[in-house]
């Protein structure tokens, strides 16, 4: 299993929380790449868990917080 920016921001927009067989779900219905849904397989089945954000799934996701830029200058 393996995750990009470009792989994880699919799921971005995905009804958060969900479990393992809605996000499965919500990637096909949206046109996601097959390894978008490879790698949602590859999760390990927690009986019906749900995930309640996309660094559950992939911890990198950058965030907000993670670029260097001041609001304030804007």
């Given at each position: 299993?393996?995750?990009?920016?470009?792989l994880?921001?699919?799921?971005?927009?995905?009804?958060?929380?969900?479990?393992?067989d809605?996000?499965?779900?919500?990637?096909?219905?949206?046109?996601?790449?097959?390894?978008?849904?490879?790698?949602?397989?590859?999760?390990?089945?927690?009986?019906?868990?749900?995930?309640?954000?996309?660094?559950?799934?992939?911890?990198?996701?950058?965030?907000?917080?993670?670029?260097?830029?001041?609001?304030?200058?804007?």
């Amino acid at each position: 299993m393996y995750w990009t920016l470009e792989l994880a921001s699919y799921l971005s927009d995905a009804p958060w929380p969900a479990t393992k067989d809605e996000l499965i779900d919500y990637a096909i219905r949206t046109g996601a790449p097959l390894e978008v849904v490879e790698n949602l397989q590859a999760l390990e089945e927690d009986e019906g868990e749900a995930y309640d954000t996309i660094l559950e799934i992939w911890p990198d996701y950058p965030q907000e917080e993670d670029f260097l830029w001041n609001e304030d200058e804007y």
